[in-house]
């Protein structure tokens, strides 16, 4: 069964094997913790985002799914980029939520990562509340059938940190 950790930090400064990046589905970078991945570990995740791209995925990166780069200047060896859904009032999108903590760690499986550090993704410009993106976090992972010895959850805030917390 996989290890569970909860920190307060910033994503970025993981020294973890892979970094779970909430990307948006054009993998050209935006803001949040996107903005930070791509600030702080130079211009080689963009540049093989690109590829990806121009190769695989011409219309985006769906919703859901997972796909690995590199981790340029960071100090994990590679970052995996998940689409979360926008959170909706009216639709119910906790699958595709769910969808992106085990696509994630299905492609840190292939990558032989042990270790992965995963923020709260959705919780931020994509709306989704945070007591509920947590609840599904943790139970999705705790059910996951992985090799990955270690997630760690990192929380940027106190907010988002007693959500995860709960879970414990
Ligand atoms: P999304 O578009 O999927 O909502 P965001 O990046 O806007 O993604 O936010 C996801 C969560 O990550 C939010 O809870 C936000 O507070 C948090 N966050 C923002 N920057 C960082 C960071 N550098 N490290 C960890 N978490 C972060």
Known sequence: MVRIEFVRGDITEQAVDAVVNA?????????????????KGGPEILSECRDLRASRYGKGLP????VATTAGRLPARWVV???????????????LLASCYRESLRVADELGARTVAFPAISTGIYGWPIEDGARIAVE????????????????????AYAAFAEHA
């Not at 760690?152 to 907010?159: A, H, Q, T, Y």
């Open 23 to 39: 990307a948006n589905s054009s993998l050209l970078g935006g803001g949040g913790v996107d903005g930070a991945i791509h600030r």
């Open 63 to 66: 919703t859901g799914q997972a």
């Open 81 to 95: 980029h998940t689409v979360g859904p926008v959170w909706s009032a009216t639709e119910d999108r906790s699958e």
């Open 140 to 159: 999705t992972v705790r059910a996951a059938d992985t090799a990955v010895e270690t997630v760690r959850f990192v929380l940027f805030d106190e907010r």
